[in-house]
């Protein structure tokens, strides 16, 4: 069974920065699949924010992270980051790091929540104005 942890989440004023990570346990070869980040913020659904091909080679962002969110791995520790930079009251949310369904397969932007198979508990960011 694959487990994802997200770390990092917090308060930060507008303008700021913070670093998430999630933490792949074993159960299945973390450098075969693509992984992604989504959030949810009160009220609204789930979207996209960004995804990693396995192999890192390939990025894709949401276009309201553009330019401020880079999505980075490193397979050797079985994890997945997100660094948020310039940050807006609007980017306050859950955040949920995901695991690809199939392996060495990227598609598209990789933006849709069927192509992921695995979901961790979330971690929440709250940026203040």
């Known amino acids: 069974q694959v487990q994802l942890v997200e770390s990092g989440g917090g308060l930060v004023q507008a303008g700021g920065s913070l670093r998430l990570s999630c933490a792949a346990s074993s159960g299945r070869t973390f450098s075969a699949y693509a992984m992604g980040w989504f959030r949810q913020a009160p009220g609204k659904e789930r979207e996209f924010v960004a995804a990693i091909s396995w192999n890192g080679g390939r990025t894709d962002y949401a276009e309201f992270v553009k330019g401020r969110f880079t999505i980075a791995r490193a397979n050797a520790k079985n994890t997945l980051s997100l660094q948020m930079n310039s940050l807006k009251p609007e980017d306050t949310a859950v955040y949920y790091c995901?695991?690809?369904?199939?392996?060495?397969?990227?598609?598209?932007?990789?933006?849709?929540?069927?192509?992921?198979?695995?979901w961790g508990q979330g971690t929440q960011v709250t940026v203040s104005s």
């Open positions: 995901a695991g690809a369904a199939r392996p060495f397969y990227y598609s598209g932007t990789y933006s849709e929540e069927l192509d992921y198979a695995y």
